[in-house]
């Protein structure tokens, strides 16, 4: 009898064993010349806008991601260092009409207004119906391409944020969607009929940090990694 419970559990063992790492949770491989800002274990580079520490609410790491329940507080988190021009790449998935975002060129004084990669459920949030408000637009102040590659909510979406020299270019599920020039007449005068018209210093390249946003709203990221492309 003794035997056969050792041979049940041995079998047993050897199913946990070969169980393999799901899609979901396991982390991608970070690019030769990026660094990871998230490989699905550490908050470590992540801070609360405001406080300077991780916050203790709302933001959680769960099944490789970092989450933000919905209603769960905790505010937006920046990264703990500031880039001028990166390749930013991440994933991600919002639950049903749900609003996020991802910012960059974040200065803390000014608190979390930057230029934003908006991150949307578009078929179901009332943003959606609005251009510059979609997935991918420059929010508030340009459009993303009509027929961007969105996938439905509860699908990962692969995002990339690029800027090299004055071009900004913003990339979902491996297409361009959005091309812009800082400092161009196209952005000052799209910025001059934005909520930002009135803001300094908007529109150009800054030093700033990366922000996820606090929408109040569920949203996942995985995969966050960077390549600073201000260092020779």
Request: charge should be positive; hydrophobic fraction near 40%; charged fraction near 25%.
């Amino acid at each position: 009898m003794k035997r056969y419970l050792h041979l049940l559990a041995a079998i047993a063992m050897a199913g946990v064993v070969a169980v393999p790492v799901s899609a979901e949770t396991k982390s991608a491989k970070v690019e030769k010349g990026f660094v990871a800002l998230f490989d699905g274990t550490t908050t470590d580079q992540w801070m609360n806008a405001r406080s300077g520490k991780f916050p203790a609410k709302g933001w959680v790491i769960e099944d490789g991601c970092l989450k933000h329940a919905a209603k769960g507080g905790g505010g937006d988190i920046i990264t703990r260092g500031t880039y001028e021009q990166f390749d930013f790449r991440f994933e991600w998935k919002v639950a049903k009409g749900a609003n996020s975002g991802v910012k960059y060129f974040i200065i803390r004084e000014r608190g979390s207004l930057g230029h934003e990669y908006q991150v949307l459920d578009d078929a179901n949030h009332p943003d959606g119906v609005r251009g510059n408000h979609q997935t991918a637009s420059f929010y508030d102040v340009l459009a993303p391409a009509k027929d961007k590659p969105l996938k439905p909510v509860g699908e990962f979406n692969t995002s990339r944020i690029l800027v090299k020299g004055q071009t900004v270019k913003h990339f979902l599920n491996g297409k361009v969607v959005l091309t812009y020039e800082l400092g161009s007449d196209e952005v000052k005068a799209a910025v001059a009929k934005s909520k930002f018209r009135k803001l300094e210093k908007f529109g150009v390249r800054l030093a700033g940090h990366i922000l996820l946003q606090d929408h109040g709203d569920a949203v996942w990221y995985r995969n966050i990694r960077i390549r600073d492309l201000s260092k020779k």
